[in-house]
């Protein structure tokens, strides 16, 4: 069973309108709500591929009970209940734009995070690999993450961890690694305090960073151009084609899902590359995020290249 971890989950609302209008109103027919966040898109998509998977986090309120009951099927709930309310985050889809209203989400309390953590050694026993995606709400140390893994290393299980900014940071300089991270090249750059990383050949050198030390795998993805990837010491560039996309959001998420899903399944480098990046890329086939046609995987798979450099 794969664990996904979502601290900060979120309702997403989408407001599809021809023209928005400001200083007026605008109503709308046609509003899709769906359980967003990181770690819920990758719930999805691990879901879609036949993995079991155990979805956890924090929610509260008639928000919080929406959400749950809006996970797809047959992913099971275990979340731990606060006494705020889940957020709502809404993007207006107008004029070939996209305008987005989010929501903060709730304060959390020093017990409610203390309650978590009990809540999630509950539930580590019974998890082959945990994955832990997105940001940490208002209230929680930032080195939260750093606790949640400590944990699953006791309990010898494999991390796989999408975070930016301090909490990543908080993980890298602590003494409890992930299996493996997935930055893009802007989490990158943030990370190590530089404007831009001019080149992906200067990845090799990046990820060979004392930073990374000790974390089995890091994966860069670069979008459209594949990734560049760090197994122990050993490094690999991966071409992925060309392909119509519909909408990239959420492919990150999708090859994080990816990730825990090969190291569930213990599969080879090579393969948990391509496994990883074809699932980034059926998600940007698709116009629903955090979703995934399995029967388009084969013909992309075979189209990878995973070089050793
Ligand atoms: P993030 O969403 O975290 O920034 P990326 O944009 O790098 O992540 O996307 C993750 C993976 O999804 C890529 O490595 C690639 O496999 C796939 N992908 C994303 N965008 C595209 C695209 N435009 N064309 C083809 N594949 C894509």
């Known amino acids: 069973m794969i664990l996904t971890v979502t601290m900060n ?68 709930p275990s979340f731990y209940d606060i006494a705020g309310d889940t957020r709502i985050c809404i993007a207006i889809l107008h004029d070939n734009q996209q305008t987005e209203i989010l929501e903060g989400g709730p304060r959390i309390s020093e017990s409610e995070s203390e309650g978590f953590l009990n809540h999630f050694k509950e539930l580590i026993g019974k998890t082959d690999i945990v994955s832990i995606s997105g940001s940490l709400p208002m209230g929680m140390p930032v080195d939260y993450y750093t606790q949640l893994i400590k944990i699953a290393r006791e309990h010898d299980k494999k991390v796989v961890l999408d975070c930016s900014g301090k909490s990543l940071e908080a993980v890298l300089k602590s003494n409890f690694k992930p299996a493996a991270i997935k930055p893009n090249l802007e989490e990158l750059a943030q990370l190590l305090n530089k404007e831009k990383i001019e080149s992906p ?109």
């Open 9 to 76: 989950p979120a309702i997403d609302v989408s407001y599809p309108l021809g023209e928005f209008k400001l200083d007026t109103v605008n109503r709308i027919s046609d509003v899709s709500k769906t359980a967003g966040g990181k770690g819920l898109n990758v719930t999805r998509v691990l879901s879609e591929i036949g993995e079991e998977v155990t979805a956890t986090g924090l929610v509260g309120g008639t928000n919080g009970l929406y959400l749950v009951q809006h996970l797809p099927e047959p992913v099971i």
């Open 201 to 309: 050949n200067e990845l090799k050198n990046i990820i060979s960073h004392p930073l990374f030390e000790g974390v089995e795998w890091i994966v860069v993805s670069l979008g459209k151009d594949g990734a560049f990837a760090k197994h122990n010491d050993k490094f690999y560039k991966v071409d992925i084609p060309v392909i119509q996309i519909q909408n990239a959001v959420g492919s990150g998420d999708s090859t994080v899902a990816g990730i825990a899903s090969a190291l569930r399944a213990q599969k080879s480098d090579e393969d948990l590359l391509k496994h990883a990046m074809v699932l980034g890329m059926l998600n940007a086939q698709e116009k629903v995020t955090g979703h995934v046609n399995m029967d388009h995987y084969e013909d992309l798979f075979k189209q990878i290249t995973v070089k050793e450099v």
